[in-house]
């Protein structure tokens, strides 16, 4: 069976290069048509395993095509042409390159069979998306994107440590569960390193580090494509450790409790990624298959309903130069459209019935209800309630209403008021009809959303969640202030570092270590360079010396006999003729 | 003036969608009692579930809970000058 398959990553990167060589309207056609072609690509895609190629004595495949791989794939896709309907009118050809190879990358993570394959675009996609922050050009942007780029190069060298030693354990590359080696060195490695990529706390503080400092538009490629990949490589290999079911709930507390403290928008909904990702990683860990529905089905609704949500304050960001809650209010005189569109992501993410979240959410916490997790369940609970008083409540009201702050903007350019228009539809059309989700899911579905109780279950706790923030809102007005993170250690924790390796460790090196060095191995050398010289000098130059010599007396003895008289030299010859018929004679 | 301005500058119409608000609590509150009486209790998983209005007391206690036990532990502990990391 002859298939043609086309990598959908490949043909985002490879097209990416392409653009910037386009003259500009070809090029915004372009933009969209590249993402779009993508989608296509993969909505048209049948399960199978295409792009096996033989390196090395090792079967690497690019194209490991099942139910699981296909609906992040679909997800992917689409969030990559929104936000590129998003980032239209931006001017920057490598902001554009970056992002599609970004999105092209995790295509390529999503599609990969085995581990060296995973490794290429998981590498990819960490040196893309860094160029999303540095593009910003500003010195605060530069710095966060070096932390960044740091924390990434890591976590990729503890991949490829991990890869080597499962290599050498199992024998072979394939990318399938790992639970066989749970324990090992190898599993540990790759699971730390796919930690660090959904910014698990606390590897994660480079998340809410960097995502406030990316531009406008890259910000909402950020979000959707490094730490969802790390969700599907985690359902792929480590469904069901049970550390993750803790790891997660915790994570989720962990972003809602930082979220309080946030005065930076972007920096908020940043700590709500960790907290929402908390959620599919517990999904993960309870690894039953409602389980695994539910953190597959609450990543798609999440690249969604977040990419709005930083859609919506990218836009804010745009039209009035602002990033700080102390600095905004009053809004909602002059954006009234991103303000709407921006509370639909919020609904969506606070699990509002109607909503893409509400479908979401709960089959994550339900199932925890049914493996019989009551701590769990009601963390995750907790966090639910937290995630709606943060970006429900807080943040549009320090944003849009509150109070004024004097700030009179315009609505943003229609290109990212239509990419937050159809991101909304998306997250409506999920909430409403859940069906058309589900049918994608990897596993069979027995679950209804729509159950009175729950909903009304729901709704109780939102409302009261928004009693409790009206009844609470003057003690969470923004401070200017910023809270620390695990990146401490990074940041501050290694001047220390420095400071204890410069002074001791530098007295060693040029006192102890560097006088041994003196007396045991540069004075001998010289000693002995010094002793090879005089041999040098006299023997091998005067023996030199004196054939010249030799060679200069026995020229001046030869000089005596050119004399110029003529008697001599008939004398010689006389003599010399002699000698030859005296040799002639006696020789013969 | 837009929609939205008139209905939240105007003193007199902020304290009527305050009321709308607070009746609509109530009314959740005594649905979330009721439901279970009518409709039978479903499947509750644990033993919490079954406390009447389970969902709007949760929710209102972990919003309390959360917005303490945050701003403790930042002032405590987290929160630092904007330029703590500048040197």
Redesign the interface.
Known sequence: MNVVWVHPGLLLIFGAWVLPLLPRRAKRVGMIALPAAALIDCALMTPGTYGAVSFLGQDLVFGRVDTLSLVFSYVFSIIALLGMVYALHVDDDSQHLSALTYAGGALGVTFAGDFLSLYIFWELMAVSSVFLIWLRREPAAVAAGFRYLLVHVVGGLFLLAGIVLYWSQAGTLAFTDMSAYAGTAGWALILIAFLLNAAVPPLGAWLPDAYPEATVTGAVFMTSFTTKSAVYVLIRGFAGTELLIWLGAIMAIYG???A??ENDARRLLAYHIISQVGYMICGVGIGTALALNGATAHAFAHILYKALLFMGAGAVLRMTGLRKLSDMGGL??TM?MTLGLYMIGAFAISAVPLFSGFVTKSMVI?AA??S?L?AI??ML??AS??TF?HTGLKLPYFMF?GKDAGVRAQEPPGNMLAAMGLTAGACILIGVLPGLLYRHLPYPVDFAPY???HV??????????????F??VK??DP??????DTDWFY??GATGFLALVSEPLRRFEYDFVGEIYEYVIRRPVLGVAALLRRFDSLVVDSALVGVGRSTQHLGQALKTAVSGHTQQYALIMAAGALALLLLARFAA | M?F??RQ?EDLVRLRRIKRT?YV??GL??L??IV??LV?G??HP??A?EGIP????????V??????V???L??KV??????D??DE
């Open positions: 809602v409790v930082y309080v403290l909602y005189k009234p339900t209800g049914e019989h009551p369940f009601l609970t907790l309630a937290g008083l209403f159950t009175l109780l009304t279950s729901t709704m109780g706790m939102l409302g009261f969640t928004a009693l409790g923030f009844m609470l003690h969470l401070e200017r202030k910023i809270s620390l940041r501050r | 837009s939205l301005e939240l608000f609509g609590l959740v509150a649905a979330e439901m279970p409709f209790a479903g998983h644990f919490f209005a389970w969902g709007s007391l949760y929710g209102l972990s919003c309390i809970a959360i917005i036990i945050s701003k532990i930042g502990w987290l929160m630092r000058s904007e703590y990391y």
